[in-house]
């Protein structure tokens, strides 16, 4: 699989290492009184979709950037990657 | 129709036209007291179970393709009991004792053949933390035995002892493992299921779960909807596919196993090899064919094959391991769905709907557990409570911190 990195181009998925479900980026409020209960989900528990998944990569031998990837599961097709901070930083704006 | 040397014989006196098709094909009925979905070898073993050792009837195999034609097809026929922690290892021994009378049991040739299993030692802390996996073995009731180079030299004298990263220093025997025909597997238990009265039904995939007031009513089908008393779902690496009918995540994510077998060729290897530091393990088939395999491609698939850098990982390993088969071809790749869970441990427990019941999260060693799975879903589903060797493998073992983790890398998926 080739992985398109939106800074250094199409790049071999083996440069990368898989971590999962781009909901990892989603921590709890571990502040929150169901903590236990919401951290347990975001620990264990998985969507494990058959289809497009959006998926958290790590460029461990290239720029160490961590990426979300979209990925269909069923073909190996890889529809997008974008900088796994730009996501988060879009989701936190959103959130505000 | 009872198989037999004589039977052999007399067939081929009557030019074998005296066999019969190894199981009915009946159509679906309206309503069973149990369901279970997925005939692959865990669905059809419980199926088998659920009729002979509980004694229960009316009870369906639903199967969305033909029976084998999932992970049951698809592995590479190991069969061991060598685990470490004391919710696993009492559970594959009773699998592996299932497994010494399985061809008495079904009357059926499984070809199950008990080669033994050597995991190979490269350091002196690997020796010490398999010797402590080799009593924990021992104190199950299995058996282990730890080699030295030079007992694992006189056995395998091929592999390359001197390989300057990971030289062989030992290894770690369990000589009552070895290999079964997973096809046979399923077939064997398929046709003893149907001796039973057990309906088997292919080509039949099931769409949905009618679910009210907490309790399953039935599932709905490609053929019709089909009531059920109780349902048991065993259908590996489409878990999460199929429990999220029914509205449940689980903990666990489906990744693609690739397995390789070579051309035919003598015989070379007397029994299986892991090379778990280089993540690689070979074994022979009757036929010839070096069948052998490494690690999980490591990203979510529903695929049934996998990529090429796993494949060339596989066969660099292989060739540290064992150079000579360097000019070896490979004949043949495949790659199955795991349901990786996050412990790296299986799960055989009831749901929080009444009278669903989820058997899954083998992760790439289901095929070894069919037998003690299909046993122990079967008491489940029958008794209510779960066999006393599958007691850990609980759904809720997650959120109550009790979980089963042999290689101990946590809720990461494809690092078990």
């Given at each position: 699989m080739l992985i398109p990195h939106p800074i250094l181009g199409s790049r071999d998925a083996r440069e990368f290492i898989y971590l999962g479900d781009?909901?990892?980026?989603?921590?709890?409020?571990?502040?929150?009184?169901d903590a236990e209960h919401s951290f347990c989900d975001y620990v264990f528990l998985r969507d494990?979709?058959?289809g497009v998944h959006r998926e958290l990569w790590f460029h461990e031998q290239g720029d160490r950037s961590w990426l979300v990837v979209t990925r269909n599961t069923t073909t190996h097709e890889i529809l997008g990657a974008e900088l796994a901070r730009d996501v988060a930083l879009a989701r936190k704006r959103s959130a505000q | 129709m009872k198989f037999s040397g004589f039977r052999v014989f007399a067939e081929a006196l009557k030019g074998n036209t005296g066999w019969r098709p190894l199981w009915r094909d009946p159509e679906p009925k309206s309503d069973y007291d149990y369901v279970v979905v997925g005939g692959g070898g865990h669905g059809l073993a419980t199926a088998y179970y659920l009729a002979k050792a509980f004694g229960q009837s009316r009870i369906a195999v639903l199967e969305k393709g033909w029976f084998g034609s999932g992970n049951i097809g698809r592995n590479t026929t190991i069969i061991r009991s060598n685990y470490l922690l004391p919710g696993n290892e009492p559970f594959y021994e009773f699998s592996m004792k299932l497994w010494e009378g399985l061809e008495q049991e079904l009357n059926f040739n499984a070809m199950v053949s008990q080669r033994g299993v050597i995991n190979l030692i490269h350091s002196d802390s690997q020796r010490d933390s398999f010797r402590r996996r080799a009593n924990a073995v021992i104190l199950a009731g299995a058996d282990a035995r730890l080699l030295s180079r030079e007992e694992l030299r006189a056995m395998v004298p091929f592999l390359n002892f001197d390989n300057a990263r990971f030289p062989i220093r030992g290894g770690l025997l369990q000589p009552r493992g070895g290999t079964a025909r997973h096809d046979g597997v399923a077939w064997g238990y398929a046709r003893g299921a149907d001796s039973h009265g057990v309906d088997l039904i292919q080509n039949c995939e099931v769409t949905g779960f009618r679910i009210s007031d907490g309790k399953i009513r039935g599932v709905e089908t490609s053929r019709g909807y089909i009531s059920a008393g109780k349902v048991g779902v065993a259908v590996a690496g489409s878990s999460g596919r199929v429990m999220a009918m029914a509205g449940m995540r689980l903990p666990m994510e489906s990744h693609v196993l690739q397995a390789y077998v070579s051309e035919g060729l003598k015989p070379v290897l007397p029994g299986v090899i892991t090379f778990g530091a280089g993540h690689f393990y070979i074994s022979q088939s009757d036929k010839g064919g070096l069948v052998f395999g490494g690690d999980i491609d490591g990203y979510n698939s529903y695929a049934q094959r996998g990529n090429l850098p796993v494949v060339e990982h596989a066969a660099e390993c292989g060739l540290a391991l064992m150079?000579?088969?360097?000019?070896a071809r490979v004949l043949r790749m495949w790659g199955g769905l795991m349901d990786m869970s996050m412990d790296g441990s299986p799960i055989i427990d009831r749901t929080n709907v009444e009278g669903l019941f989820f058997n899954g999260g083998w992760c790439i060693g289901g095929f070894k557990a069919t037998p003690a799975s299909g046993y122990a879903f079967a008491h489940l589903l029958a008794t209510g409570s779960p066999h006393q060797t599958a007691r850990a493998y609980r759904l809720d073992r997650f959120s109550r911190g009790y979980v089963i983790d042999e290689t101990g890398t946590g809720a990461q998926p494809n690092l078990h």
């Open positions: 781009v909901r990892l980026l989603d921590r709890p409020d571990a502040t929150r009184s494990n979709p058959a | 150079p000579m088969i360097g000019r």
